[in-house]
């Protein structure tokens, strides 16, 4: 009986984890402030825990609900106030500037050289001096500001007007047509299976993915004869 009991309150646990995660509202854990990472560890630990206390489960979902709701509270807060969010999610803190490496901010960040230059180079800048601005903002990352000359070109850099790019739309999936998703990009079956025959397949069964981009239709095979190149080290 207790393994038993055992199984239902974990289900309940993550049950209630799933309904409170939505309340509180989908976020990467590279997105989350301190704020919400504290939250997060506090209402995993008592869902882990209600899973094995038996004699008064109800505590625990009671200690979670407050745990949410207290998590809603201060994002509504936040929102409102600017005050409430520069305490509780803090500002962007400046790295380097004008060729300015700041010291006192990379002590504040807890940041060693090694680990800003690691961060330059994830960014893609391997040289320092391509960057104008490098900031810490209050999730952890590191966000660089390029300089001028060396940013990418834009079509407004030539005064080019190119057509707006359409989000793909997938209509094919595992060789199953999806009917709702055709009708949002606008076409019917008889426009898909067209251009299927277009592209050498007879039917949807032979099509893996199929995107669909204004009047263009991406196809990716159900099975290739090309085998994937192995890029791992030997």
């Not at 207790?2 to 939505?22: E, I, N, P, Q, Y």
């Not at 004008?98 to 180079?121: H, S, V």
């Amino acid at each position: 009986m207790d393994l038993l009991r055992v199984a239902v309150t974990s289900l309940v646990s993550l049950a209630a984890l799933f309904l409170l995660t939505k309340l509180m509202g989908n976020k990467q854990v590279s997105q989350m402030n301190l704020f919400d990472y504290i939250i997060g560890i506090s209402i995993g630990s008592i869902a882990a825990e209600m899973a094995t206390e038996l004699d008064t489960p109800e505590n625990s979902l009671l200690a979670m609900a407050v745990y949410a709701v207290v998590a809603v509270c201060i994002s509504l807060l936040t929102n409102k106030s600017l005050a409430a969010r520069r305490i509780m999610t803090g500002k962007p803190l400046v790295l380097m500037d004008g060729g300015i490496i700041y010291r006192e901010n990379l002590k504040k960040a807890k940041m060693d050289l090694g680990e800003f230059l690691m961060y330059c180079r994830i960014g893609g800048y391997f040289d320092l001096s391509q960057i104008q601005t490098a900031l810490l903002e209050h999730n952890g990352t590191v966000t660089f500001l390029p300089v001028e000359m060396q940013r990418p070109a834009t079509p407004a850099d030539f005064s080019l007007q190119p057509d707006q790019t359409m989000l793909q739309t997938p209509v094919i999936l595992d060789g199953e047509v999806l009917p709702t998703n055709l009708q949002r990009a606008g076409k019917d079956v008889t426009w898909l299976m067209r251009q299927i025959r277009q592209q050498g397949y007879k039917e949807a069964e032979e099509v893996f993915l199929a995107m669909a981009d204004g009047n263009q239709l991406t196809i990716f095979p159900m099975e290739s004869k090309k085998r994937p190149t192995d890029l791992t080290d030997k």
